[in-house]
């Protein structure tokens, strides 16, 4: 597991995207390399509108700014932090460009630990700084499976999800952790108010999510981790 690199704050964007339909190419001055142009500070910035993703960009980073850019890197080289990474993204004649963009790391509560109970985590999504045309939200079930498998089956028991570990790695963003995970998924019955999770674990070379269908029956757990998700027309 690797170290923690930063934590995702309800302050981490800043700004909204500009209406455009263009895909643009920005020459990044700050000591430009030839031949480098994916070095923070160096090279070329390829940047795109949201309207513009395509589905081959899965793994593209979202700008604070409201913009696509090819890498964590390239949106440094703009000025621009990055605050999600695209791992899901569909295109159907009716609803055009649709996609779910995972948080580049665990939302972190400075009050209870590094773990939320549900009702907090919540609310502390909720004023998240907006990136336009794009809603922050807790991860639903479907959501989880569709980033970490490209489709839904609503699925019961252990799966396999190694191209989702592979995609972290690469697109450089913080390693889901070997722990519980709230969804947004709950249900109320004789036991109380329960909120669904889904547990990770890394299990020898193998990333694994259990799909067990554990409803907590209380939400005030604050073990739990959260992991916003960034869904644009979806």
Same mark, same amino acid.
Request: with cysteine; aromatic share 12%.
């Given at each position: ?6 934590? %995702? ?20 001055? #700050? ?37 696509? =850019? $090819? ?28 996609? %779910?963009?995972?948080? =580049? ?23 998240? #700084? ?35 570990? +592979? %995609?972290?790695? $690469? ?6 952790? +070997? ?9 109320? #019955?004789?036991?109380?108010? !329960? ?8 299990? !020898? #070379? ?11 029956? =209380? ?16």
């Amino acid at each position: 597991m690797k170290t923690r690199r930063f934590f %995702l704050t309800a302050a981490l964007m800043a700004g909204l995207a500009v209406a455009s339909t263009a895909l643009t190419a920005c020459s990044n001055d #700050d000591n430009p390399t030839p031949g480098n142009s994916d070095a923070p500070g160096t090279g070329l910035i390829t940047v795109k509108e949201l309207s513009e993703i395509k589905t081959s960009d899965v793994g593209w980073a979202i700008g604070a700014d409201g913009k696509a =850019y $090819s890498s964590v890197w390239q949106a440094m080289g703009n000025h621009t932090q990055t605050v999600a990474v695209l791992t899901y993204i569909t295109n159907t004649p009716d609803k055009g460009i649709q996609f %779910l963009a995972i948080a =580049y790391d665990d939302m972190r509560n400075d009050n209870l630990g590094y773990g939320h109970d549900w009702d907090t985590a919540i609310e502390t999504i909720k004023r998240i #700084d907006p990136i336009a045309g794009c809603q922050w939200r807790m991860p639903s079930v479907k959501d989880w499976e569709l980033m970490l498998f490209n489709n839904y089956q609503g699925r019961e028991g252990v799966e396999i999800c190694d191209n989702f570990w +592979k %995609l972290q790695l $690469s697109a450089n963003f913080v390693e889901i952790s +070997k722990a519980y995970y709230w969804t947004s998924d709950t249900k109320i #019955d004789i036991s109380g108010r !329960g909120a669904r999770e889904i547990v990770f674990r890394y299990e !020898g #070379d193998h990333l694994t999510a259990d799909f067990n269908s554990r409803y907590w029956p =209380y939400r005030n757990n604050n073990n739990s981790l959260v992991r916003p998700v960034l869904a644009y027309n979806m």
